[in-house]
């Protein structure tokens, strides 16, 4: 697995990446940084920081390109990497390609991040930016395509040449890594009111847009940050290539999409020997009005669930799958994924076709009589939860 990491500056990146190396072994992964980045300004003392710890780490490389990176990391696919350095949606595009990269995006509040700078400015001796100027600063980084400031001229200063154990008022506490946990890429300029400004590849809302999981970072304690990267269960395979119930069930919430009932959303998919046979989504009939152009009187007057469904017109996804397929076609054996359990009518219809399993999403009003009538005729229910991962990014 190959996760790279994203977000707007101070969220904590570099912290969720040292969680990742700490926790789960995955591997720091490195850009190189050019000469023009180790002048004398916080992001050139955040980078030299960095560089040395590098050197400590036993986990860690460095590249040239990210194109090097991913070679280096086709080859070694077996084992975890992760890296901060993909800062460009090109970049995306290029590591997306393989079939082990995930985008993870990492946020935070606005406040929470601002004092995160301050705390960071303080350490190495630094103005402190006021917040109307690291709101500015953060709004170029997010929206903006290049803040780079050219022949700017850098304040000195004084920073410690090794990592200090402790953050002044830590963002982290107890952490070895906050003084370079999330470097934010900041220049100070000579003007009487410095404002710090971020370097970036790509504004970052577009590389946030393209994540594949994200994760809220308000946190002050690395313990709380790992409980709730633990949560998105990262190493979970399914995320990179999704189990078969994973994905029929996938393609069970694609259906769904295409419902133009009012009242819920169903999608389902008919499987035997892990071929699909059918798909079905509810709505009405062929030739009849859709039921979201008012073509079902009882779903457009709000009806409660399970109510007047004598009057109903839709037809649900289980019987349009059951209905496209035939019962020659389903036979023994075969496999019904559903976004949302059976009712007690599609139930007893799934069980006179002769299906054999039935897996659901999300739970309905009838699911104990629905249970009681497969349990009852031989046929295997049972809930699955796929990971919670986007499928629909856009295309870098």
């Known amino acids: 697995m190959f996760v790279g990491i994203v977000g707007p500056p101070c969220s904590g990146k570099h912290e969720v990446m040292n969680l990742l190396a700490s926790i789960y072994g995955f591997t720091r992964l490195y850009l190189k940084k050019s000469p023009a980045n180790t002048t004398h300004t916080l992001e050139g003392t955040l980078n030299q920081l960095r560089q040395k710890l590098q050197h400590q780490e036993e986990q860690s490389k460095e590249f040239d390109t990210i194109e090097a990176m991913l070679n280096y990391v086709t080859v070694n696919w077996m084992?975890?990497?992760?890296?901060?350095?993909?800062?460009?949606?090109?970049?995306?595009?290029?590591l997306r390609k393989r079939p082990f990269f995930l985008v993870l995006s990492v946020e935070a509040?606005?406040?929470?991040?601002?004092?995160?700078?301050?705390?960071?400015?303080?350490e190495h001796e630094?103005?402190?930016?006021?917040?109307?100027?690291?709101?500015?600063?953060?709004?170029?980084?997010?929206?903006?395509?290049?803040?780079?400031?050219?022949?700017?001229?850098?304040?000195?200063?004084?920073?410690?040449?090794t990592p200090s154990t402790t953050a002044v008022n830590g963002p982290y506490q107890s952490s070895t890594l906050s003084a370079i946990g999330s470097?934010?890429?900041?220049?100070?300029?000579?003007?009487?009111?410095?404002?710090?400004?971020?370097?970036?590849?790509?504004?970052?809302?577009?590389?946030?847009?393209l994540s594949d999981l994200a994760l809220l970072n308000p946190f002050s304690d690395l313990d709380s940050l790992l409980s709730s990267?633990?949560?998105?269960?990262?190493?979970?395979?399914?995320?990179?290539?999704?189990?078969?119930?994973?994905?029929?069930?996938?393609?069970?919430?694609?259906?769904?999409?295409r419902s133009n009932c009012m009242k819920r959303r169903v999608g389902c998919v008919l499987v035997r020997d892990r071929r699909v046979i059918a798909t079905?989504?509810?709505?009405?009939?062929?030739?009849?009005?859709?039921?979201?152009?008012?073509?079902?009187t009882r779903c457009n007057r709000g009806t409660p669930c399970g109510k007047g469904l004598d009057r109903c017109l839709c037809m649900h996804a289980e019987e349009n799958a059951l209905l496209e397929a035939g019962r020659e076609r389903i036979g023994n054996g075969s496999t019904i994924?559903?976004?949302?359990?059976?009712?007690?009518?599609?139930?007893?219809?799934?069980?006179?076709?002769?299906?054999?399993?039935?897996?659901?999403?999300?739970?309905?009003?009838?699911?104990?009589l629905t249970a009681d009538v497969f349990r009852k005729a031989g046929v295997e229910l049972r809930q699955h939860t796929t990971p919670v991962i986007k499928l629909d990014q856009s295309n870098p």
């Open 337 to 368: 994924y559903c976004n949302t359990c059976p009712c007690l009518g599609c139930a007893i219809k799934i069980v006179q076709v002769g299906v054999s399993v039935v897996v659901y999403s999300e739970s309905y009003g009838m699911d104990d």
């Open 126 to 161: 630094l103005e402190e930016p006021t917040l109307e100027q690291f709101v500015e600063m953060t709004d170029d980084s997010l929206y903006t395509t290049s803040t780079a400031v050219s022949n700017t001229t850098s304040i000195p200063l004084s920073a410690p040449s």
């Open 79 to 94: 084992d975890h990497f992760v890296t901060c350095d993909v800062n460009s949606v090109p970049g995306i595009a290029v």
């Open 109 to 122: 509040p606005m406040m929470i991040r601002y004092r995160r700078c301050v705390a960071r400015c303080q």
């Open 280 to 296: 079905g989504y509810n709505g009405t009939p062929k030739n009849l009005e859709n039921c979201n152009n008012g073509g079902c």
């Open 229 to 257: 990267l633990r949560a998105l269960d990262i190493t979970n395979p399914d995320l990179l290539r999704p189990s078969w119930d994973s994905y029929f069930m996938y393609l069970a919430n694609l259906a769904a999409r």
């Open 183 to 209: 470097p934010s890429l900041l220049y100070i300029s000579p003007s009487p009111s410095p404002s710090p400004q971020i370097v970036s590849d790509s504004p970052a809302y577009k590389l946030l847009s």
